[in-house]
């Protein structure tokens, strides 16, 4: 079974930058969409970005402008950069790859943007 492995959380200042990197245990083929999500406290998992095979991008307006999805074919990796932060930003972020019959979620990493 395939496993998405999260790093690059951590806690920042306000107006800081991080990258988050989400890479499959193994690869992963015919994968419709890749995204991420985050679930602040208390608050349910919302979309932050999905980016489907084709190339279509949707983020949520939270974060257009300031966050953005890449992938690195390469070393099979999904990167979220995140600049220009805010304390609202602060959450759990998990990385999901959609498959047509599948979807599998990272373990979650936290992100926490504080003075």
């Known amino acids: 079974q395939v496993q998405l492995v999260e790093s690059g959380g951590g806690l920042v200042q306000p107006g800081g930058s991080l990258r988050l990197s989400c890479t499959p245990s193994r690869t992963i083929f015919s994968i419709d969409a890749m995204g991420w999500y985050r679930q602040a406290p208390g608050k349910e998992r919302d979309l932050v970005v999905t980016?489907?095979?084709?190339?279509?991008?949707k983020y949520a307006d939270s974060v257009k402008d300031r966050f953005t999805i890449s992938r690195d074919n390469v070393k099979n990796t999904v990167y979220l950069q995140m600049n220009s932060l805010k304390p609202e930003d602060t959450a759990v972020y998990y990385c999901?790859?959609?498959?047509?019959?599948?979807?599998?979620w990272g373990q979650g990493t936290q992100v926490t943007v504080s003075s």
């Open positions: 980016r489907t095979n084709i190339g279509n991008t």
């Open positions: 999901t790859a959609n498959l047509s019959t599948s979807t599998y």
